[in-house]
Nanobody
Framework: QVQIAESGGDLVQAGGSLRLSCTAS????????MGWYRQAPGQEREWVAT???????RYAPSVRGRFTASRNHAENSLYLQKNSLNADDTGVYYC?????????WGKGTQVTVVA
């Protein structure tokens, strides 16, 4: 059974940094794109970043230049290095992975940025 697990969420001060991790496990053969979404309180879930199997990454304009996505293909892991955090970065961060042509989601990890 495929499982997606995120970790690394925390409370951090504005201007600080945080690194999120995500690992996909279970019975799959091929991992294509992996990515991050986030959902702030009272708002819809929004796309943050996607990185494909060739390590080509794309970012939402709101995080470009501050966030960096990376992958460890051997460990089926995805990371999100977040720098220069601000209050708008607060929310639950979800990892998603396209595995054998099917999209899977994790349960999310909470990031709270305080002044």
């Amino acid at each position: 059974q495929v499982q997606i697990a995120e970790s690394g969420g925390d409370l951090v001060q504005a201007g600080g940094s945080l690194r999120l991790s995500c690992t996909a496990s279970g019975g799959f053969r091929t991992s294509f794109a992996m990515g991050w979404y986030r959902q702030a309180p009272g708002q819809e879930r929004e796309w943050v970043a996607t990185i494909n199997r060739y390590d080509h990454a794309r970012y939402a304009p709101s995080v470009r230049g501050r966030f960096t996505a990376s992958r460890n293909h051997a460990e089926n892991s995805l990371y999100l290095q977040k720098n220069s955090l601000n209050a708008d970065d607060t929310g639950v961060y979800y990892c998603t992975a396209e595995l054998d042509g099917v999209d899977y989601w994790g349960k999310g990890t909470q990031v709270t940025v305080v002044a």
